[in-house]
């Protein structure tokens, strides 16, 4: 197969930590072609997507004890070739949020790809569908009780009623912005003002988990089924436990509450096009489903003697093939 990924720049990717490295490494063990470009290299021609594509070999990571060692270059990398899209097998869209102005225009890129000829994981119709807090909440047997608004009062309601809540911005990224809501704060009126822009962009606020102090659970779903998963820990004076946040990851089983939440988003998930996502869990709640760039396989198979970066090339095998 012929892959490429639409990546952040590759001299910034850790790969002892990063998914889309991982399954560019598995593909190239695999024996498959790899391309890696950028949003801004995607271009519109004769009504066809095409980009400004780099052939890619990546020298597969060393597991040591406690963690993954890389070679040094970890990557070698071909000169820049201008090839039409729809000649990959696949392409994966693994930019990392923000979704900003440049990432809704990739997406619309994308969308001139004949995908009865090239899969396109996610699909990009499929990311502008789901924010990746919004999208949680058609599932409604599975989340916390929740609110979206830009409205001061309505929030504050909101907290008064449950005592304490967590804001979270529709937007951001990596635990960024979001604050813990005590109906006590004698700072309350400016946090939601600062939030909200003074009430004109509206913001998620959920009833707090104590739960959260065991542990933020991502899972990782491919095509619906959940393939593994990991906790994630808060570091000392914080309560975000997500990883870029300073928290830590430890191992984990799935649940059969867990499960129960899967199957409730296997087949929205695949409706919309959304093969590879990762979903956050507290206390059995579902929180988030992230469909971006999902990462953490890199920790389970630390954790779990697992390669989940070739389990997804294989599915891409598997898809195309019967395609």
């Known amino acids: 197969m012929k892959l490429a990924f639409i990546i952040d720049p590759i001299h910034k990717l850790d790969p002892s930590h990063d998914t889309s490295v991982a399954m560019m490494e598995a593909a190239c063990v695999l024996g498959h072609e790899v391309w890696i470009t950028q949003a801004s290299q995607l271009s519109v021609v004769d009504s066809t997507a095409w980009a400004h594509l780099q052939r890619v070999e990546i020298i597969p990571v060393e597991f040591v004890e406690g963690g993954y060692k890389a070679a040094n270059p970890w990557y070698k990398l071909s000169d820049k070739t201008n090839i039409c899209l729809e000649t990959m097998d696949a392409v994966f869209m693994r930019t990392d949020p923000p979704v900003n102005d440049v990432y809704l225009y990739a997406t619309y890129i994308l969308d001139y790809i004949d995908q009865s000829k090239t899969l396109v994981i996610n699909s990009p119709k499929g990311i502008r569908d789901a924010n990746e807090k919004m999208y949680a909440l058609q599932f409604t047997e599975a989340i916390p009780e929740t609110i979206v608004s830009a409205d001061k009062h309505l929030i504050r309601q909101f907290v008064e009623k449950k005592g304490a809540a967590i804001l979270k911005p529709l937007g951001n990224k990596a635990g960024e912005g979001i604050l813990f809501l005590d109906k006590s704060d004698r700072n309350f009126n400016s946090i939601v003002e600062l939030s909200t822009n003074i009430g004109r962009v509206p913001v998620m606020v959920q009833t707090f988990l ?26 000392p004076g914080e309560f975000r ?69 070739q389990k997804v090339i294989q599915w891409v095998e598997g898809a195309t093939k019967n395609s």
């Open 210 to 235: 104590p739960e959260a102090k065991q542990g933020d659970k991502r899972i990782i779903l491919l095509d619906g089924e959940p393939v593994g998963a990991l906790n994630r820990l808060s570091a």
């Open 241 to 309: 436990n997500n990883m870029a946040a300073g928290g830590t990851v430890a191992q984990t089983e799935i649940t059969p509450r867990e499960r129960e939440i899967c199957n409730q988003l296997a087949k929205t998930l695949q409706e919309s096009g959304l093969i590879f996502v990762g979903i956050d869990v507290i206390g059995g709640y579902l929180t988030e489903v992230n469909v971006t760039s999902p990462t953490g396989i890199r920790e389970i198979d630390r954790f779990s003697h697992t390669n989940l970066g």
